[in-house]
């Protein structure tokens, strides 16, 4: 069976012209025109990849992905009509895992959930649990513990952690994580790692405002503090 | 802006210059206090001069009239001792007196101290013919002194009585007034020139600010205002200069806004036509020759289209002040590198780097700095038969990226007008600037390379071929600059942190 992807938007045209242009890609593609209707969906049968346009009448693009993250860690792919800070990382901040801004090519929007999905079926690169002062990583068990109790991350939150505690101490530069974590290259979006490390704190650290395990380097990168 | 009334600006600029104006203040209030001074004291002077010796004068000849009579009555006794009488005459202020008792013969002076040489011939003349019982009286200078002489002949007798005052105390008196009066003047235009001084700096201080206001706000801070004034006067011209202000940001604004938002609204079709044609596009062996060679414009035309939406978002946000520039340290042969690679992945165009240029490091905004290279890129394809070499250059304060293309070149009238807005060159300047995809590449590039405090134009080649050869002039940071950047990106952060918290 494909893999089955839900797009929300509420402009038919646009709905319908991509709906074609995934199909043509391979995918199988359920629509959605608001983010109630597409609530409904979800949870009646869960996609693989939710693709979310911001500005929706109702629930906006926001609000939907915050629900769907309440109980789904499913590959969320904004799309927005503006590339400006405050929209992208507001939709990051609400739970995407990567976002588009119009008008995309189909074949670039097929290629990030290619990227999502890989990363959600493979498993982290290392298989021996990590421990970091009172973090404690499983990338084969795909879990987290934080004094010992389970800390729940997305995919991605998850796979950026896995990263970072490949080489515990050591710095890794946004660019590297972008193409580690998301499969971009040079001229990734900075952005997308900042605001995961930020989301990622919000979990596994006591004092998110103080991190002590995933730290920033100046200048240089994140690294996890052995 | 050409709608702005200009010829209230000229009248402004006529008085522009502060400097002058503050001197002028200071030279009006130094002059005013100087002439005010001079008046008052030449006044007071002349003034204090005449009273007092009128003052002395009449003293004098009261008490001249006083010793007259007692001359006159001895003068009708014949035996009575006429030098012991002139000597117990009492005298006032120095008052030398002298007799003659022979209306006015030579041998006939009788005085304690006294000759008739010390006194004026003029005024012995004039006693003399005179009708008597009334005082002439005569200034004059003898010995560099001033004195006042003062004569009476009495007819009875023919006597004439004369007496000498000397008036040089007065004089001194009134020397050390004068002395007084010019200290006075030179203090009093003193302070008329530290008030002019003062009033000056507090005259021109709202100026000062205005003048810094407005170059705030060419300088691209449209929010600055000047601050409320109590002045009556000053605060219309702060009014109207926070109005004119406020209408110039609003309008500002208003402008950058209808870009964005058409922008905006422009991606949704975009969107669908995008989609749409790359569907098509997927079945181009399908259609028919002619259908085929119509998608292809399509599809050409709905990329430039796209490019144009996205240009113009771009230059909106660059007018709005609100471009979101992500700075991070990059290795610019690096960037350059990976932009050509993007650029055109089968036809290779070779990056050379200077010596001084490796391992440069900017501080940039990396996917800005691709686009200033891929648009430099896409106007050598468009306009100069392709780029022909690229280059790093590089020497202690700056990094030099050098594009050339073999194309006609730009003429020099042109050379600052393709970087304009929808350049349209001159008929000159053959295909450059004029055609297909004349937009906003160059425009964009001009402006991204500004926010990065670098440097952009174009030249003929060096090398006396035909074409151009762009110049993106970048600042090199050194390694102290790298760490200040470093941390301002760390608050950056924080505060983006608690912005969201």
Partial sequence: MGTRILAVEDDERIRTAVRFALEDEGWIVDEAENGEDALDQFTRAPADVVLIDIMLPGIDGFELCRSIRRTSDVPIVMVTARADTHDVVAGLEAGADDYLTKPFAPKELSARIRALLRRIRTSGPDTQTVRVGDLEIAPEQGMVKRAGEEVHLTKTEFRLLCELASSPGKVFSREHLLERVWGYGYFGDGRLVDVHVRRLRTKVETDPAHPRHVVTVRGMGYKLQP | ?501
């Fill in chain 2, 1 to 501: 802006m050409s709608r702005w009334p200009t010829r209230p600006l000229r009248r402004l600029t006529r008085a522009t210059s502060s400097l002058r104006l503050r001197a002028r203040i200071i030279t009006a209030f130094g002059l005013g206090g100087f002439l005010l001074s001079l008046l008052l004291a030449g006044s007071t002077y002349s003034l204090t001069r005449s009273v007092t010796l009128r003052q002395q004068e009449d003293a004098s000849e009261r008490q001249f009239f006083l010793n007259a009579q007692q001359v006159e009555q001895a003068s009708r006794t014949a035996d009575t001792d006429l030098l012991a009488l002139l000597q117990s005459l009492p005298r006032l202020a120095g008052a030398q007196p002298i007799v003659n008792t022979d209306g006015g013969a030579d041998d006939a002076w009788n005085a304690p101290s006294l000759e008739s040489s010390d006194l004026p011939p003029d005024l012995i003349g004039a006693t003399a013919t005179s009708s008597g019982d009334a005082a002439l009286r005569m200034r004059y200078d003898l010995d560099d002194s001033p004195w006042l002489a003062m004569g009476m002949r009495f007819p009875r007798s023919e006597f004439l009585y004369f007496e000498r005052v000397p008036l040089s105390d007065l004089s001194s008196s009134l020397n050390s007034l004068a002395v007084i009066l010019v200290a006075a003047t030179v203090v009093t235009t003193g302070a008329g020139i530290a008030l002019g001084v003062w009033l000056g700096g507090r005259v021109l201080r709202p100026l000062a600010d205005i003048s810094e206001a407005a170059q705030a706000i060419a300088g691209g801070r449209l929010e600055t205002r000047l601050e409320r004034v109590d002045d009556p006067d000053l605060a219309k011209l702060v009014n109207s200069f926070n109005g004119m202000a406020s209408a110039l940001q609003q309008r500002i604004e208003r402008d950058a806004r209808l870009a964005s938002d058409v922008s905006h609204e422009l991606r949704s079709p975009l969107m669908t036509l995008r989609a749409s044609v790359d569907v098509l596009l997927s079945r181009r062996d399908e259609l028919s020759g002619r259908s085929r060679e119509a998608l292809d414009l399509l599809a050409q035309d709905v990329d430039r289209f796209q490019q144009l939406v996205e240009d113009l978002l771009e230059i909106s946000r660059v007018d709005a002040g609100a471009v979101d520039l992500s700075f991070d340290q990059i290795n610019i042969a690096d960037l350059v590198t990976l932009a050509i690679a993007q650029y055109s992945q089968d036809q290779a165009i070779a990056l050379r780097v200077a010596q001084d240029a490796e391992d440069a490091v900017v501080v940039g905004d990396k996917r800005r700095l691709a686009q200033v290279i891929r648009n430099l890129l896409d106007n050598a394809e468009k306009y100069g038969e392709g780029a022909t070499s690229v280059e790093l250059l590089g020497d202690k304060a700056h990094i030099r990226l050098v594009i050339e293309d073999s194309g006609p070149g730009v003429p020099d009238e042109d050379k600052t007008r393709v970087f304009e807005r929808f350049a349209r060159g001159t008929a000159a300047a053959g295909a450059r600037g004029s055609g297909a995809g004349a937009g906003l590449g160059l425009a964009l590039v001009a402006e991204h390379v500004r926010l990065h405090d670098g440097d952009v134009w174009v030249e003929d080649r060096l090398d006396g071929q035909p074409g151009a050869r762009f110049v993106v002039e970048l600042p090199r940071r050194s390694t102290s600059e790298l760490t200040e950047v470093g941390e301002e990106m760390a608050e950056l952060e924080q505060d983006l942190t608690e912005e969201l918290a």
